[in-house]
């Protein structure tokens, strides 16, 4: 559909917006990432106990709990950006995301404050997981509101290739930590290098992000909903709140396998080096920022369908064996080949899901719905895959098990993905939108 705001908006300046949007994408994911490269190190600092098993698992855990705070952050900021604005509500959702950062980077350990120590990082987590549970969905919206007519699944991966460059730089920070610091020095203190280093940036990104327009879609609304609305809609809305959940699970399952679980996989569990596992995580993020954008552009070409219904399907059927194959003879070149065929899987499925997730929610409370749907599925699924992933191989034995857990969120997606795309579905949910003065064309052919 072709708005008349959307013919008059200067190229230069959209690049632009999508540059400071991306941007400030950036530090949310790369939070997340350092704390999930270094959660062995902050488990011994923040969770001391005599089984290492048992310290790295009550970290995994704290990594997880930022992600049960995503549900309420999509549920009480979506609704704040759903009714105030995508600029106000990108900015507050970096203030807050930068606040949990800092937190945790400057916090004495364990051994000088004692109980206070996990208590205040756990806070710390969840006040990261409160922003993030909206920062995705504000930054996909603004994005797929800035489009240019039949660029959108193009426009909107750029949210999700931010992060992967917090990825390659969390990883190439990771590298020269460990190749200049010995491992005591990286256990004592050098892991709280890279959270401070990302509280540097913050003073910038905020200034970047201060500087966005609000989006001419939205100020062209004439009604914007409050919060009670918003929410009344949403829980109105629940079928599809799961089908998104749903439809998400591929998305946040496989990205944290490949990146915030891969350096402990490749250390704790596959027995190589601290080098060679950041380094597959790097080229991983390589990867994934590459595959991104060229399956969003993609999805405007061929539609979102096919590419749901295809990578979705690979998701179920290869991951298992591909670990299996790993497994069978550790190594550097298979554990990068393993994860580059993640990645790959991550990154095509992902071009086309993001961007259709924005399309298939009510325009009214896009943001709120978005973050939402998006919440649930990295809170009850995404989020815990480095922990899940830890408790299956130490219960079963099986250091291939990560792939079954992937294999389980391949199939949900899947499912997802043929209901949403079904004609009934479809003719059901223009119904309920023209309730709510909110049809939007849905390009799944």
């Known amino acids: 559909m072709r708005y008349p705001f959307q013919a008059a908006s200067r190229p230069g300046s959209k690049i632009g917006a999508v540059v400071r949007v991306s941007l400030g994408n950036f530090l949310e994911m790369y939070d997340f990432m350092v704390f999930g490269y270094y959660a062995a190190a902050i488990g011994r600092a923040f969770f001391p106990t005599r089984n290492e098993y048992a310290s790295l698992m009550l970290a995994m855990m704290t990594f997880g709990t930022g992600y049960l705070m995503r549900p309420l952050g999509a549920v009480v900021l979506g609704a704040y950006?759903?009714?105030?604005?995508?600029?106000?509500?990108?900015?507050?959702?970096?203030?807050l995301m930068a606040l949990g950062t800092l937190s945790i980077g400057v916090m004495p350990g364990y051994e000088?404050?004692?109980?206070?120590?996990?208590?205040?990082?756990?806070?710390?987590?969840?006040?990261?997981?409160?922003?993030?549970?909206?920062?995705?969905?504000?930054?996909?919206?603004?994005?797929?509101?800035?489009?240019?007519?039949?660029?959108?699944?193009?426009?909107?991966?750029?949210?999700?290739?931010?992060?992967?460059?917090?990825?390659?730089?969390?990883?190439?920070?990771?590298?020269?930590?460990s190749s200049t610091l010995r491992p005591e020095q990286m256990a004592g203190w050098g892991w709280r290098v890279p959270l401070l280093i990302g509280s540097m940036?913050?003073?910038?990104?905020?200034?970047?992000?201060?500087?966005?327009?609000?989006?001419d879609e939205f100020k062209a609304r004439k009604h914007h909903p409050g919060s009670a609305e918003i929410w009344r809609t949403v829980?109105?809305?629940?079928?599809?709140?799961?089908?998104?959940?749903?439809?998400?699970?591929?998305?946040?399952?496989?990205?944290?396998?490949?990146?915030?679980y891969m350096p402990t996989y490749g250390s704790s569990v596959l027995h190589l080096s601290a080098t060679s596992s950041m380094l597959v995580t790097l080229f991983v993020g390589i990867s994934n920022f590459c595959w991104l954008p060229l399956m969003g552009a993609l999805s405007d070409r061929v539609g979102r369908r096919p590419l749901l219904l295809l990578f979705s399907t690979v998701a179920l059927v290869t991951p298992y064996p591909v670990l299996l194959w790993l497994v069978s003879d550790p190594s550097f070149s298979r554990l990068l080949a393993a994860a580059l065929w993640l990645s790959m899987i991550f990154?095509?499925?992902?071009?086309?899901?993001?961007?259709?997730?924005?399309?298939?929610?009510?325009?009214?409370?896009?943001?709120?719905?978005?973050?939402?749907?998006?919440?649930?599925?990295?809170?009850?699924?995404?989020?815990?895959?480095?922990?899940?992933?830890?408790?299956?191989?130490?219960?079963?034995?099986?250091?291939?098990?990560?792939?079954?857990?992937?294999?389980l969120a391949g199939l949900m997606s899947l499912t997802a993905t043929l209901i949403l795309t079904s004609r009934g579905f479809q003719h059901g949910a223009h119904k309920s939108r023209r309730t709510v003065d909110a049809v939007h064309e849905l390009p799944v052919r």
């Open 235 to 260: 829980l109105t809305n629940w079928r599809l709140m799961i089908l998104g959940m749903m439809l998400t699970t591929t998305t946040t399952v496989t990205f944290y396998l490949i990146t915030a």
């Open 112 to 177: 000088t404050i004692g109980l206070f120590a996990p208590l205040l990082v756990v806070a710390g987590r969840m006040l990261q997981g409160l922003s993030a549970g909206v920062e995705v969905g504000g930054a996909s919206v603004y994005l797929s509101e800035i489009a240019t007519p039949g660029r959108k699944g193009f426009f909107v991966s750029w949210q999700s290739a931010s992060q992967q460059v917090a990825v390659i730089f969390a990883a190439l920070i990771g590298l020269v930590l």
């Open 201 to 215: 940036l913050i003073p910038f990104l905020l200034l970047l992000r201060r500087s966005l327009t609000e989006t």
């Open 347 to 407: 990154g095509s499925y992902n071009g086309a899901m993001v961007v259709f997730l924005t399309e298939v929610m009510p325009a009214n409370v896009r943001v709120s719905g978005f973050s939402f749907a998006y919440s649930l599925a990295t809170a009850i699924f995404g989020g815990f895959t480095p922990a899940v992933s830890t408790w299956l191989i130490h219960e079963t034995g099986n250091a291939a098990m990560p792939g079954a857990w992937m294999a």
């Open 81 to 95: 950006i759903d009714h105030h604005g995508r600029r106000k509500g990108l900015l507050v959702t970096l203030s």
